[in-house]
Nanobody, 124 residues
Framework: VQLVESGGGLVQAGGSLRLSCAAS????????MGWFRQTPGKEREFVAG????????SYADSVNDRFTISRDNGKNTVYLQMNSLKPEDTAVYYC??????????????????WGQGTQVTVSS
């Protein structure tokens, strides 16, 4: 599956952004989806994940209660709603897909496909 992220940008602390990840191919509804983020010199960090049908979600402690992951299988799209943004949320955000997976993988190595990333910058 090919993934294309959009929605990144520059926002002030306390603001909101919604990231979208559009998937091509026929396997989207059979894929668990995740959002990760990465800053220079650091490993890619799990942010949020959602199961194939959206019934299960998982969040990193650092974003719990601020970010919400959702998906629309009819549109082959997964979203990340980010509220109450902080400067430490600044990173390149990537979406990822894990085909034919029942749960919500949280390790980057478990995912099969990745998007190109979208930059999110939060100013203080």
């Amino acid at each position: 599956v090919q993934l294309v992220e959009s929605g990144g940008g520059l926002v002030q602390a306390g603001g909101s952004l919604r990231l979208s990840c559009a998937a091509s191919g026929r396997t989207f509804s059979n894929s668990a989806m995740g959002w990760f983020r990465q800053t220079p010199g650091k490993e890619r960090e799990f942010v949020a994940g959602i199961s194939r049908l959206g019934g299960r979600t998982s969040y990193a402690d650092s974003v719990n209660d601020r970010f919400t992951i959702s998906r629309d299988n009819g549109k082959n799209t997964v979203y990340l709603q980010m509220n109450s943004l902080k400067p430490e949320d600044t990173a390149v955000y990537y979406c990822a897909a894990k085909i034919y997976y029942l749960g919500v993988p949280i390790r980057a190595a478990e995912y099969d496909s990745w998007g190109q990333g979208t930059q999110v910058t939060v100013s203080s």
